[in-house]
């Protein structure tokens, strides 16, 4: 039997490829970068590992150039001996944003606002890469397209570093992907965290109120939840209705509304669901809280947390699983005159780098071999790899997921009353009050 013959190289000009990690880590990055930097490899081209997200490169000199090992590495066969399966991240990462000063095309115009990304943009440059591929999450698709738009109004002579993007995030947040890799590894990694919970809360006759990741959306909270096995799951898509209120705050001089959590009413849906699940038998259980309901806790909860780059608040210093956990213990007293243990405790950081499972490795390695597909092959430029179905693979141009005023990217919520949501709530126990 003859072997099957190597795939043909398709006709390309691309010598040398940077590929860039940014943002918080997630299971199966490995993966990705070792697929997309082989593909690129084994069709003649070389591959540069960017260091640490853009941390280095915004800050970049040309009378400093950028140190071999130290800013960059080359990625070969060598460095990528079996690492798709591995933790971690090859490259590291950082959450550097170049970009943070710009919030609207206008402000291409202004050279101070565009110095971090002239400085990235001649970073690359330095290091004769001919394109790049950024792997991130949404904070990261919004910057490789605000280099993208940079580069778009350049001199017609300058060189142009076509961009194609991964999307990553354990939050599985993201517009035009079914899902991201590393959620489902992240989804068993913190439901298993929830059943040794339960068995503990089942001993002690107690409650954990756990915080888990999803700053924009509830879809690794509610995952974790239905895997899990937990009493309920709260998420920022079910502050709507008797769960929301709304909150005045000055905006550069100007008065504006913005919708907050009903904090009283919150507290009461939780503790009703345990008040439901005692009459099941059930003196114990486990509560989700998705963390990015900290960002609808009145201002007065607020006061003094710092933000990121980004424009998020640090969500690790509002301790939202604990300010809960006391709030639904002592309404759980008042009602009942008996008294709850009911411990506060964040979810997530366990979970970014945990061993990938299998269909995160897959995921990975198509999204990774779609890069060097969109470049070499599609001779595209600006566009984010999806991939649906069974692992087929799509391009969606950046202006699909960015708002073109603002140049923010969209973030996709759990679609209240959609199938998945209904999953969630039809497994707690509740008596006439659900969350849809």
Known sequence: MSALPPPSTPAHDFKKVGVLFAGGPAPAANAVISTAAVSFI???????????????????????????????????????????????ILIGTARANPGKHISSPEHFDDPDKTDPLRRVYNGLCSLEVDALVSIGGDDTLK????????????????????????????????????????????????????????????????????????????????????????????????????????????????????????????????????RAREEEGKNFGVIVLAEGLAEFLPKTHLEGIPRDDHGHISISHVNLGGMFAELVADRYEEETGRTKKVTGLQLGYESRCAQPLAFDVMLGSQLGVGAFRALVEEKLNGVMVSISGQLDLHYVPFDDLVNPETLVTM?????????????????EVYDDDPLE
């Open 143 to 274: 910057t490789a397209n605000k280099l993208k738009m940079y580069q778009d109004r350049l001199p017609a002579d300058a060189k142009r570093i076509p961009i194609v993007h991964l999307p990553k995030t354990i939050d599985n947040d993201y517009m035009g992907i079914d899902f991201t890799f590393g959620y489902f590894t992240a989804v068993e990694t913190l439901a298993s965290e929830i059943r040794n919970l339960l068995h503990d809360a089942e001993a002690s006759g107690s409650y954990f109120l756990t915080e888990t990741m999803g700053r924009s959306a509830g879809w690794l909270a509610y995952g974790a939840a239905i895997a899990g096995e937990a009493s309920v799951v709260i998420s920022v898509e079910d502050i709507t209705g008797q769960f929301a209120a709304e909150e005045e705050f000055e905006d550069e001089g100007e008065t504006k509304q913005r919708t907050i959590m009903n904090v009283d009413m919150v507290v009461d849906r939780i503790v009703k669901t345990m």
């Open 42 to 88: 084994r069709h003649g081209v070389e591959v540069l590992g960017i260091k640490h997200g853009y941390s280095k490169l915004i800050d970049y000199d040309s009378s400093a150039p950028l140190v071999a090992g130290e800013d960059f590495i080359q990625i070969d066969h060598r460095v990528l001996k079996r690492t798709r399966n591995s933790q971690g």
């Open 411 to 427: 973030v996709r919520f759990i679609k209240t009353g959609s199938d998945f949501h209904r999953l969630a709530r039809f497994l």
